[in-house]
């Protein structure tokens, strides 16, 4: 079946703008996750969504950060007033359940340049 | 909170030769291990998972790992590599109670000469 898909793949933008990046997990699964791959940093762990409880945000690195999940689907992260090292590619993953250790499926990826 | 530590940033080896790339977690509690793997161009693969039972656990592409809890290990192993195995290999863990987020180390390199 259709695995994690993301877009725009790369997203090339202006230190100050603001980007919106999307996700869309495998049908059915119920846990989406964002997270972050730059130099110097790896891979880090932005947010968290499980069903329709609060999502788990401690991995955001600032308030510029933000993330929605609607109907328990689609995933957008936002990131407002763009810096420079905001620069990565930022995977999104999915997994059939939240609990427990299920595989996360990951994504593609959205590449983001701030110039 | 937890952490994974690889430490082998960039590994080059010749066709046929014996692969061990190491990974130390700390974390104080019952985990679950991964091994992913990046090809060039290519996204995050899931290689090879731990949850419980037997310690030793086989994944794709003929790849292994054993997971160690008094050493806090789980090192990735295959016996005789081959030139499409060059990619990047991320050791990460899954605490019990963090929420299902995977913590990841910062990626071992792996060139494979022919």
């Known amino acids: 079946g259709a695995g994690v898909s993301q877009s725009p793949s790369n997203k090339v933008t202006e230190k100050g703008k603001d980007v919106e990046l999307r996700c869309d997990p495998i049908?059915?699964?119920?846990?989406l996750y964002w997270y972050r791959q730059s130099l110097g940093q790896g891979l880090e762990f932005l947010i968290y969504?499980?069903?329709?409880?609060?999502?788990?945000k401690s991995g955001l690195p600032s308030d510029r950060f933000s993330a929605e999940r609607t109907g328990g689907s689609v995933s957008t992260l936002t990131i407002q007033r763009t810096q420079q090292e905001d620069s990565a590619v930022y995977l999104c993953?999915?997994?059939?359940?939240?609990?427990?250790?299920?595989?996360?499926?990951f994504g593609p990826g959205t590449r983001l340049t701030v110039t | 909170a937890q952490s994974v530590s690889q430490h082998n940033h960039h590994v080059i080896l010749s066709e046929a030769a014996s692969l061990e790339l190491g990974c130390n977690y700390s974390?104080?509690?019952?985990?679950?291990l991964f091994w992913y793997v990046q090809y060039p161009g290519q996204h995050l693969q899931l290689l090879l998972k731990y949850f419980s039972g037997d310690p030793l656990v086989k994944g794709i592409k003929g790849f292994e790992a054993e997971f160690i809890k008094s050493k806090f290990s789980f090192n990735l192993r295959k016996p005789s590599v081959q030139w499409s195995d060059t990619a990047e290999y991320f050791c990460a863990v899954m605490g019990f109670g963090t929420a299902s987020k995977l913590t990841f180390g910062t990626g071992t390199r792996l060139q494979v000469t022919l």
């Open positions: 993953a999915s997994s059939s359940t939240g609990t427990g250790a299920y595989e996360q499926y």
């Open positions: 974390y104080g509690g019952t985990v679950n």
């Open positions: 049908s059915g699964h119920t846990a």
């Open positions: 969504f499980q069903g329709n409880s609060a999502p788990d």
